[in-house]
């Protein structure tokens, strides 16, 4: 690991300042519209995204609760109008997935939290390229704004993955409109890997090699290589299904002469990557928070780091799991599964690596680390079910059940809201520079920390017994699952509302926070809460990111003071 260099005056033990930062450093909708600054940027962000994930939220919860009856009992109910229910939830349950995987799971934090805090974590003024950064953001919009359209022309009724022939020939609802709001999105999302790559690459500060770096690093340069290679094979299947539907060129669809196989396959080769997309940079929110509360150095760093890649590379070589039933070769079946469960181990790599580094260490369970630990229950139980689903005899039978729901939630939502959810505690100070209510932080846990298992582990027996997905109506012998789960979604949205209860409470009232209320030592903590415009006034050294010894409590500031002349002593000679 890199040294820990001499503090520089102005960088290292700066105090937050009381005039500029980013935020008051330009004032007017039009600085913030045009602005070049990454800190912004992750802001603007963090506002759609987290309205997209509002949006998604109310269909989630219309769905439990039209699921708290069958069909037949809530249809009687509008005066017999069965049909009217079942096409509402189709649209309800397609559109959930839609906007929660491609508007708020997949750039949630790489988006948020990896555009405020790499360019810190490297020392840089900004991203590598700026321009193109904003350019990201205004993809996401337009790409938002189709979704918006879908509402308002009739819905959509394909499920989120738009599977042909039905999306191509039967489906009702703005189909073209939705697959070319995704269409856009993807290019977001290339957009800000390809220059969180180039900003690793190029702006990592003197005595930082790869190897030096924090490991939410490593997890945003994982998932910037998947989202290149990835998303244009998504992109190029959505172009050819609007071509397919406005044009009738037979691609997918048997009646036209095409496969619709091949759709599933080429969906699958981008959406399996999806995940880890998603995934990878939770992991690394996580690694960074249980290494600051446990008050340690991680165990393990280079492989932790390396699992990162090893999950990026598995990711495009499994996606044929999601297609046992699909009448692929015995041989192929076999080879895919083999290949899903060497996932589980660069995923377990990680886990017992996080808990090497808690033992014997001086834990604080603070909000964050409550959200680190909850995320490791969530992860650990979504990996573990996820071999049912790569061995061929039992995922045959769980195959389009609700077991298949609930592993889904519990690996790309569970873990990745979890993993979310405590980085932006952990970063809030910094991003703001006011601190929130920790006894409400911890409240909102538990609410949704319950909630969630609550709602989700309920249907992994509901599906071991033959509950199928997607279906409005259901046998009465299934009733008392899905009660639970519902009861389960409204404690988890009660959770989520605290949650968003507590940040803004924070904005308005909150205390000043300290330049460092962790004693974290990753290059952001060594800038002013909340940062100044050029984040720092001289570009800063590399520095180990998980020694915290220099790092002394201050019992007046509730925050940690960096003790120059400790870190002097403690720095071995060049």
């Known amino acids: 690991m890199s040294v820990i260099s001499q503090p520089v005056p102005g960088v290292y033990g700066e105090k937050p300042p009381h005039g500029d930062n980013y935020i008051n450093h330009s004032k007017g909708i039009f600085s913030w519209l045009f602005t070049l600054d990454h800190k912004r940027i992750g802001l603007m962000y963090m506002v759609t995204v987290l309205a997209a994930f509002f949006l998604g939220g109310i269909f989630a919860i219309a769905l439990r609760t039209m699921l708290l009856f069958n069909s037949g009992g809530l249809a009687a109910n509008l005066g017999g109008k069965s049909e009217f229910v079942a096409n509402t939830y189709n649209q309800m349950f397609t559109l959930h997935g839609a906007v929660m995987v491609f508007l708020f799971i997949i750039p949630a934090i790489p988006a948020i939290l990896g555009n405020f805090v790499l360019p810190l974590m490297l020392g840089a003024k900004d991203v590598a390229f700026p321009r193109l950064n904003l350019g990201s953001w205004y993809c996401y919009m337009g790409g938002a704004v189709f979704f918006v359209v879908v509402l308002g022309t009739g819905g959509l009724d394909t499920g989120w993955t738009f599977y042909t022939p039905f999306s191509t020939s039967y489906a009702h609802g703005a189909v073209t409109a939705a697959t070319a709001g995704a269409f856009i999105l993807g290019f977001s999302s290339i957009l800000t890997g390809v220059n969180f790559i180039a900003t690793i690459h190029m702006l990592r500060p003197k005595n930082m090699g790869f190897f030096k770096m924090p490991l939410f690093l490593w997890a945003l340069y994982a998932t910037s290589i998947i989202q290149i290679l990835a998303t244009p094979v998504l992109a190029i299947t959505l172009l050819l299904l609007i071509a397919e539907r406005t044009l009738g060129v037979g691609i997918f669809d048997p ?77 192929l079946n076999a080879m895919f599964s083999l290949l899903t469960m060497s996932v589980a181990i660069p995923s377990a790599i990680k886990v017992f690596n996080w808990l090497a580094t808690m033992y014997r260490g001086s834990i604080r369970l603070d909000t964050p680390m409550l959200y680190a630990i909850g995320f490791i229950w969530l992860f650990t139980i979504g990996g573990l079910t996820g071999l049912f689903l790569g061995a061929l005899a039992t995922d045959i039978h769980f195959h389009d059940t609700y077991f298949i729901v609930a592993h889904f939630h519990y690996v790309m939502v569970g873990s990745t809201l979890f993993a979310f959810l405590g980085g932006m505690y952990y970063w809030w100070p910094k991003m703001f520079g006011k601190m929130y209510d920790e006894k409400l932080g911890k409240i909102a846990w538990l609410l949704t920390f319950v909630g969630f298992n609550l709602t989700f582990f309920i249907q992994f027996v509901a599906g071991s017994q033959g509950m199928p997905r997607r279906y409005v109506d259901y046998p009465p012998e299934f009733a008392p699952y899905h009660h639970i789960s519902t009861l389960g979604s409204y404690v988890l949205t009660i959770g989520l509302f605290l949650i968003l209860f507590n940040w803004v409470q924070s904005l308005v009232k909150g205390r000043r926070a300290p330049q460092n209320p962790w004693g974290s030592n990753s290059l952001e903590w060594h800038a002013a809460s909340p940062p100044i415009h050029e984040n720092f006034k001289v570009t800063p050294e590399g520095v180990d990111p998980y020694d915290y010894r220099a790092w002394k409590y201050n019992p007046e500031t509730d925050g940690y003071d960096y003790d120059e002349k400790l870190a002097k002593e403690l720095a071995p000679a060049h």
């Open 255 to 331: 009646a036209l002469g095409g496969d619709p196989v091949l759709y599933q396959h080429f969906f699958w080769f981008y959406s399996h990557p999806a995940v880890y997309i998603m995934i990878l940079p939770g992991l690394g929110v996580v690694s960074e928070i249980i290494a600051s509360f446990s008050r340690k150095h991680i165990f393990g760093y280079k492989f932790i780091a390396l699992s990162s890649v090893a999950i990026a590379i598995f990711g495009f070589v499994v996606w044929g799991h999601h297609m046992f039933t699909s009448g692929q070769s015995d041989l």
